[in-house]
């Protein structure tokens, strides 16, 4: 693949901290300032905490990005992002001002320093409806399942428990 041809590359961004949109408005203008393009963005959706419900619900969008950085580049870069914002080494999944994810990089199936897909992206409702606002078509890499298919595998209670706003 030559070196300026589109890739499909996919963040996910969510806050449950202080003023969650200007958090993940800030994170766009950061991920900007860093020569990265956002051809696309979702709607924003509410959802409840996972694994603690309570704790306080997140915000959540996906974006689809373009980028000349390597996919380890792009996940530094990300992660020093959320430091910039504020975000502090705590407990797995405790509440954060901001996470950025690498959803899919360009179909890429990495296993090391970045996982790629994302483990456990086609099993997160905060995902794949924002994910779905973005790329109707979207196929993933590993499984091979239309998104469509993913949303309708998802429990009714994932569905039922998150609100496009």
Request: aromatic share 8%; charged share 30%; with cysteine.
């Amino acid at each position: 693949m030559s070196e300026n041809q589109v890739k499909s590359i996919y963040l996910g961004i969510g806050s449950n901290l202080g003023n969650k949109k200007a958090n993940i408005e800030k994170a766009k203008f950061e991920l900007i300032k860093n020569n990265i393009r956002i051809s696309k963005s979702s709607y924003y959706y509410e959802s409840t905490s996972w694994p603690n419900p309570n704790n306080p619900k997140f915000l959540n969008i996906v974006l689809k990005i373009n980028t000349f950085l390597e996919p380890t580049e792009l996940l530094r870069k990300c992660k020093n992002i959320e430091i910039k914002l504020g975000r502090k080494k705590s407990k797995k999944n405790s509440p954060r001002i901001c996470d950025i994810d690498v959803l899919d990089y360009d179909k890429k199936e990495l296993k090391g320093k970045i996982k790629l897909p994302h483990p456990r992206m086609h099993k997160r409702n905060f995902v794949l409806l924002p994910l779905f606002d973005v790329s109707k078509d979207w196929i993933h890499p590993t499984t091979k399942h239309h998104i469509k298919t993913l949303i309708l595998l998802l429990p009714n209670r994932d569905i039922t428990s998150i609100k496009k706003i």
